[in-house]
């Protein structure tokens, strides 16, 4: 079992660092000493081991800072707030990256719980598309205005393409064109007969782990999942850089029923 810290998104040899933790309606940033909030970077090696460190930009080629969107587009209410509880402000372009997909030709795509958003970078981290609910989109294409309204942090997760590239999807991996590995969670959601009875058509699944029973999972938030070979995929928590926010004041997060401070886990997983 490997362990990774202060990783929030793992999708194979490449990640997205986080760069806030959410607290009630706000967001605390790690501001350096110059004053700048820490900007996105995507980690990852290739093949050869050569090490990858890609800053996303904007379209214009600013550093994205990760702060919350401005009004009209993409505003959750969230407010940015650095360590000594100055307000930071807002990013027309700011973006809350929670899942990463890489793509044959060097680009990559992010999803997001801003507002929510879709976002398209090439292969030196400069957006290309980004597609949303607002009038945040630059080649025409809309996530539908429904989304608009959900609750504040609760907007898109995990990131997949389908083999051919023809298709992408939201908190799921692709095993084929029509065929995906999918992270449930069975608690305080309505059962399956409720979900029969509001029309709500299921896909055939099948069940291949029970992390709790299997593998004696205390993380709070699972949030990823990838296919690493043919016989095995992973699964990794998200632990919000170890803290949480408790009267406005940063604390150690601990593992449930446990005296352990969190940490990122990859769980490889055998079909």
Not at 146 to 156: H, Q
Not at 174 to 200: C, H, M, W
Request: glycine share 8%; proline share 3%; hydrophobic share 35%.
């Amino acid at each position: 079992m490997k362990k990774f810290k202060k990783i929030g998104i793992l999708l194979g040899l490449a990640s997205i660092c986080s760069v806030a933790v959410f607290a009630e309606s706000s967001k605390k940033f790690k501001v350096n000493e110059k004053g700048a909030k820490v900007p996105y970077k995507v980690l990852g090696k290739t093949k050869d081991g050569v090490e990858i460190r890609i800053s996303l930009k904007n379209p214009e080629g600013k550093k994205l800072t990760g702060l919350p969107n401005s009004k009209g587009l993409g505003a959750t209410g969230e407010l940015g707030y650095d360590l000594e509880n100055n307000i930071l402000g807002t990013d027309e372009y700011g973006i809350d990256i929670e899942g990463l997909v890489a793509m044959s030709d060097g680009t990559f795509w992010v999803s997001d719980e801003y507002g929510p958003h879709i976002a398209h970078y090439s292969k030196d981290g400069v957006e290309l598309e980004r597609i949303s609910p607002y009038e945040m989109t630059t080649k025409g294409r809309k996530i539908p205005a429904v989304y608009a309204k959900r609750r504040a942090n609760r907007g898109m997760e995990g990131l997949t393409k389908t083999p051919d590239e023809t298709d992408s999807c939201c908190g799921i991996e692709a095993l084929s064109n029509d065929e995906f590995l999918v992270i449930e969670r069975d608690s305080k959601y309505p059962t399956q007969e409720e979900l029969i009875n509001a029309g709500i058509v299921f896909v055939k699944k099948e069940v291949l782990t029970d992390l709790v029973k299997d593998r004696a999972y205390k993380h709070e938030k699972l949030e990823s999942i990838w296919l690493l070979d043919k016989d095995t995929f992973c699964v990794a928590n998200d632990n919000d850089f170890a803290l949480i926010v408790k009267d406005n004041v940063l604390c150690q997060k601990i593992l449930g029923g446990d005296t352990t401070a969190e940490d990122n886990v990859v769980y490889p997983v055998k079909f």
